[in-house]
């Protein structure tokens, strides 16, 4: 059920959200930028951490200079997956103004939003730490940044749980009611998909019994108690691995890892993972020192 992805953005998800990002940024042309800086000036700046942060989307950041501002060089002081502090540098561009004041924006958005998937990821790692507990994300995702989102939280330190409907079996409230039962929905998805890995939403000690009995491979526990879940730890007795799920935040992850399960999902990692700031620093145009913070 969890997917193993390697921990590099897929190229396909940059190039799309690029395209896109600077498609809605940029329309016909940045006419200000055209309008007020010739062609031939340069400047030097610095994209900065506001906040301590785990940074994400270097790769992201370096295809956008790359289209819009090729001839620059790139100091790259921070990779994804790094600690910052607030007002340490992640990059040092040195390239064409107009490229540079082009691009300020869709790398800056793009960056703040992969960063905050990871540093809030992070955070829930350092709560369940000492536990055996593996933190899932789920795909409470923003459409269409699916790919990017879930690299984040790897690069927090997440796991990923499926990708797409394809890549697993997982039978939740509505397939039960449509299907009549825990035990009819179960044996259909067995009789279908031979070798496929069937796990179960179960919402009640009831539930975990009967997808027991009708051979399900793994269990959600959605919304259980801490005490039905070290009871639902007690009825299975590691014959499945159990996954729970629903109410999980900062303050209440740490006793749910503790009772014993094997995985916590958190849709909150990728669906509102609160904001970091990052600023776009101008430290020389040209020869005149610039002091100016965006």
């Known amino acids: 059920m969890t997917k193993t992805l390697p921990d590099v953005p897929d190229a396909r998800d940059i190039m799309v959200l690029v395209d896109r990002a600077l498609a809605e940024d940029i329309g016909d042309g940045d006419i200000t930028s055209k309008a007020t800086v010739p062609t031939t000036m340069k400047l030097q700046a610095a994209i900065t951490a506001r906040q301590d942060m785990v940074v994400a989307g270097v790769p992201v950041v370096l295809a956008i200079f790359d289209r819009l501002a090729d001839d620059s060089a790139i100091d790259i002081l921070h990779y994804d997956g790094d600690n910052v502090a607030a007002g340490e540098v992640v990059l040092r561009i040195d390239g064409p103004a107009q490229g540079v004041l082009t691009a300020e924006r869709s790398a800056l958005n793009i960056m ?19 536990t055996d507990a ?60 031979a070798g496929i890995a069937v796990q179960v939403e179960c919402d009640t000690l009831d539930q975990v019994n009967e997808a027991l009995s009708a051979g399900a491979d793994r269990l959600l526990l959605d919304n259980m108690t801490t ?68």
């Open 112 to 130: 703040q939003f992969l960063s905050s998937i990871a540093t809030y990821t992070r955070q829930f790692c350092q709560a369940i730490k000492g």
């Open 134 to 193: 593996i933190l899932l994300d789920t795909r409470k995702t923003v459409p269409g940044l699916r790919g990017l989102s879930k690299y984040a939280v790897r690069v927090g330190g997440g796991t990923n749980h499926r990708m797409r409907l394809d890549d697993g079996i997982l039978i939740k409230d509505n397939h039960i009611a449509v299907a009549g039962s825990v035990e009819a929905a179960v044996k259909s998805a067995l009789a279908a998909n």
């Open 227 to 294: 005490d039905d879940l070290r009871q639902a730890i007690d009825i299975v007795q590691g014959r499945v691995p159990l996954e729970a799920s629903g109410g999980v935040n900062l303050k209440t992850i740490r006793a749910i890892a503790e009772t014993g399960v094997d995985y916590i999902s958190v849709g909150a990692l990728t669906q509102s993972a609160p904001a970091v700031d990052i600023g776009l620093d101008y430290l020389k145009w040209d020869n005149e020192i610039i002091e100016q913070a965006y």
